[in-house]
T-cell receptor
Framework: GESVGLHLPTLSVQEGDNSIINCAYS??????FIWYKQESGKGPQFIID?????DKRQGQRVTVLLNKTVKHLSLQIAATQPGDSAVYFC???????????FGSGTKLNVKP | EAGVAQSPRYKIIEKRQSVAFWCNPI?????LYWYQQILGQGPKLLIQ????????DSQLPKDRFSAERLKGVDSTLKIQPAKLEDSAVYLC????????????FGSGTQLSVL
């Protein structure tokens, strides 16, 4: 079946360094992607989104890159802070369905 | 603006017992979702409501799970009878409309089935 998956289950980075979290998807019909952050004991929180007609989108300290050729997207976090420690999920959505399919997540550990 | 409210926060039951979860979405949000999140996995959609009607329940185990959204506001999710593999966090999410992309999640109910 079609799925959204992540390459690395756990990522450890030093505080102040940049973090890159990757996600692969297999559904070529996916045209909208969201990155969510989930802290322990909380529900997923929206970080940033990107549509398939874009290659890059920037937010505050975060950038999402989309490579449709290889069905891959990444989340870049600049100057990673301890508060960034969480599990990060990519989710895909097919337009007009508004149903989100989540990957298995990457845990980001920020070392002080 | 108040977020999505869920209760209870935690629930421990024995297998074959029944359990119910409650969700109050953000005021005015027409679309409501229930997700199941097993430890170490991403959320999996169980059911999607648009107002008080079901849009998608294709992944809901209907032999034991049921959900309703009376009056198009609050929603309850019930499991009867529970199995060990139902142990998970049950997340409720809402969005302003069916075509609105952003989902706003509650903190979830953590269910342990012993």
């Amino acid at each position: 079946g079609e799925s959204v998956g992540l390459h690395l289950p756990t990522l450890s980075v030093q505080e102040g360094d940049n973090s890159i979290i990757n996600c692969a998807y297999s559904n070529s019909a996916s045209d909208y992607f969201i990155w969510y952050k989930q802290e322990s004991g909380k529900g997923p929180q929206f970080i940033i989104d990107i549509r398939s007609n874009m290659d890059k989108r920037q937010g505050q300290r975060v950038t999402v890159l989309l490579n449709k050729t290889v069905k891959h997207l990444s989340l870049q976090i600049a100057a990673t802070q301890p508060g960034d420690s969480a599990v990060y999920f990519c989710a895909e959505n097919r337009w007009n369905f508004n149903k989100f399919y989540f990957g298995s997540g990457t845990k980001l550990n920020v070392k002080p | 603006e108040a977020g999505v409210a869920q209760s209870p926060r935690y629930k421990i039951i024995e297998k074959r017992q029944s359990v119910a979860f409650w969700c109050n979405p953000i005021s005015g949000h027409a679309t409501l979702y229930w997700y199941q999140q097993i430890l170490g996995q991403g959320p999996k959609l169980l059911i999607q409501f648009q107002n008080n009607g079901v849009v998608d329940d294709s992944q809901l185990p209907k032999d034991r799970f049921s959900a309703e959204r009376l009056k198009g506001v609050d929603s309850t999710l019930k499991i009867q009878p529970a199995k060990l593999e139902d142990s998970a966090v049950y997340l409720c999410a809402s969005s302003p409309s069916r075509s609105s992309e952003k989902l706003f999640f509650g903190s979830g109910t953590q269910l342990s089935v012993l």
